[in-house]
């Protein structure tokens, strides 16, 4: 393997470690104060689904033809009985409250519902008279009913009263229109607004409790508990791997050595984000686990690479010079090749994805720096100057590698064939395995907000963004006659399928009577159910949120092909955030998994022309797709369909097994050049009992620290952990005993050619 520049820069890095080190500890300063103040984290999944996709163009096109339902806040009011007179009373004084919030332009709830028994007036009657505002629950004939009656009554006669108040007169939703002071926009409430409205209710948490629920609750949640756990699990699995490192090199110096650059890349990696204003959302969370996993790898490669050449009586100073010029390469390659893997990702088709292959191709680049410049720099420090040290390798660390020497040496055509015939199979499971995403997948069943999405669901159908645009039919602003009846028509097509059927008449009289053309503009009660050009209405389809992409799909699906079916296509446009998610987040796992084929593709094109041998990059392609395949391969085992926790879990597994992949084919070409009588079964023999013990100790020390992600109060961290887990112990199996073969089948192929691999110079 070429040196890459390193042979000349490898003693100006031995010689100038106090130099270094400081360069290093200003940057990380400075990295960590941009880190700690303005590192940013949300949990809009919207940012991620951006294309030029039917679903997102219909998206955009309701939240600018009506309004951005996607930034409106819910509410959910629990009580004992809505109908108690005091807690009746204590809603109503809590909703004038709620109206003088800030960020706050209107509460759509019950008490908004209109009054359309007025709409079925002649039309000989005064028209401002009916354009004034008039509610059913304020109402002169419903306000002199006991309460009860005036709930149920309007359960019973107003469209959409029973998906806003339950049966049992115990829960009811309030729909917050926001806004932007600054700009007069609808806007995403601030914590402090956030605050302000919980503060708002706390008088009256003896008639009912309030609590936020919704897609932008749900995000929220996500997003906190991302920042949370960026937070707590990093420094916990630093600290864990830390004490496995000081017990496996049984020396505290090893451990610091092995454990300081995985903590400085991850520092420069949120710095470099926070310098650029970049957010981190729920898939760029993958780049500081895998900065830690090429950090660590790399850096007990490297760190090992200089004890054993102090082993054979180098100086500490020379030691590592030869280190940095020998396994330096490796860990380039190694960053470089994951760097072309996030590169690739990219490549999927989604420009979603940009963000991710962005980032985490700079933070690998980040960890290679952190691994090159400060495990020397530390080892100059703390290792003893002489060339007195004997290092003694644990036993344990040694043992994986005497099987995997006999089984390529001995049995190379067996485990060639058992790879290969395992790899179809394999590869057909990847092909046939569907994709699904299901947001309340990010939430553990004992949180608040999955407890609450779940009793809406079961008492008002669903918090799930859902709408049925319907077209005015005759192109002109106004409901005639005919436009009634074609609604209808519409309605009455949408109720055969709807899990909540719609009254189709009420709704018609209340579009009526919301004519578009005799009311104001700026009416933000009005923009939930009349466009701006007044050309189309809008309803309010119940979903929930606890269904998955498919369900979601087909249920839209359903809809619209039953329209279709009754002879009114073209009528309607569903759209909605929900909507918008179930369709696009299956696409981006597609992405994602076709991008990761590219990454593939890339890193192999990459290795055969760095290492200039076509052979090796055969070699690497199937014992580096296996650990991927395995993980595919657990979730059809247990019949489950691939989600985004596992597609990222793919990419970390790829980056694992190519890593320590490079280090064996690095340390073979090595052996080959400087004991060029060997013969390559002997040279494969010498280059795994080298890598071995460093193979092996990487894989337990990411283990201890993946193993904290089981803390995590987020069901997709806790799997993610699990499944990479999984990954390093495959790739661990796939580099010690399924790679040596087949770089030795190859090798034997190729050892008549003009130029022998274990000739060419590193």
Known sequence: ????????????????????????????LLTTYLMVTQTRFTGDITDNLANDSESYRSFVALENRFRAFSQDELLLIKSADLSNPETYQAFQTFLLDLQFASQVEAAFSIFSLPDVSRATQTASQDSDEL???????????????????????????????????????????????????????????????????????????????????????????????????????????????????????????????????????????????????????????????????????????????????????????????????????????????????????????????????????????????????????????????????????????????????????????????????????LIAIHIILPASFRVTDYLSEDLQIRKDEVLIEKKLGGSGQLYAILKDPDGQKGLNASDRETFEAILTSLNKRITKPIDPEPIVAMLQRFEGADLPEDNVLLSRFISKDGLAYLVPIPLGTMLAAEQISAYADGLINGLEADGLEGHVTLAGLSLLTAKETPNLISDLRTGLIGAIIIVILAIMLLVRSIRFGIAFLLPNLIPILTVEAYFWIVDKPLNMTAVIALTIAFGIAVDNSIHLLNQYRLCRHTNPDDSHSQAMARAIGAITPAVLATTMLLVAGLGMTQLSTLPSVALFGQLVITALFVALLADLYILPSFLLALEKRAENGPTEAGKSKD
């Open 131 to 425: 354009a004034e505002p008039s509610f059913f629950l304020t109402s002169p004939q419903i306000r002199t009913k006991p309460i009860t009656e005036r709930l149920d009554a309007l359960r019973q006669q107003v469209p959409l009263a029973d998906k806003m108040l339950s049966e049992d007169l115990t829960v009811t939703l309030i729909s917050l229109m926001t806004g932007s002071a600054e700009e007069g926009k609808s806007a995403k409430l601030t914590p402090e607004s956030l605050a302000e409205i919980k503060a708002l209710a706390a008088p009256y948490q003896q008639a009912f409790t309030l609590s936020f629920v919704g897609i932008p609750e749900i995000q929220r949640t996500i997003r906190d508990t991302l920042h949370g756990d960026q937070t707590k699990l990093t420094i916990a699995s630093i600290l864990l791997c830390v004490v496995v490192a000081g017990a496996i090199f049984r020396s505290w110096r090893g451990a610091l050595i092995c454990s300081v650059p995985p903590v400085t890349g991850v520092i420069w990696y949120f710095g470099f984000l926070a310098l650029f204003s970049i957010p981190v959302d729920f898939l760029t969370t993958i780049v500081p686990t895998m900065v830690i996993v090429v950090a660590f790898a790399d850096g007990v490669h490297l760190y090992m690479s200089i004890q054993r050449k102090r082993s054979d009586g180098l100086p500490r100073k020379d030691a590592i010079a030869y280190a940095i010029s020998t396994t330096g390469p490796a860990c380039f390659l190694a960053s470089l090749t994951t760097s072309l893997a996030f590169i690739g990702i990219g490549l999927g088709g989604a420009t979603t994805m940009e963000r991710l292959s962005f980032t985490g191709a700079v933070g690998i680049m980040l960890a290679f720096l952190s691994v090159i410049l400060i495990v020397p720099t530390l080892s100059h420090f703390l290792l003893k100057k002489g060339n007195t040290d004997t290092v003694a390798t644990p036993p344990f660390l040694q043992s994986p590698g005497r099987p995997a020497i006999w089984l390529a040496t001995f049995h190379r055509k067996t485990i060639l064939s058992v790879a290969c015939a395992l790899s179809v199979g």
């Open 1 to 28: 393997m070429q040196s890459l520049g390193l042979n000349k820069a490898a003693p100006k890095i031995a010689s100038n470690a106090p130099l270094i080190a400081i360069i290093a500890l200003a940057v990380t």
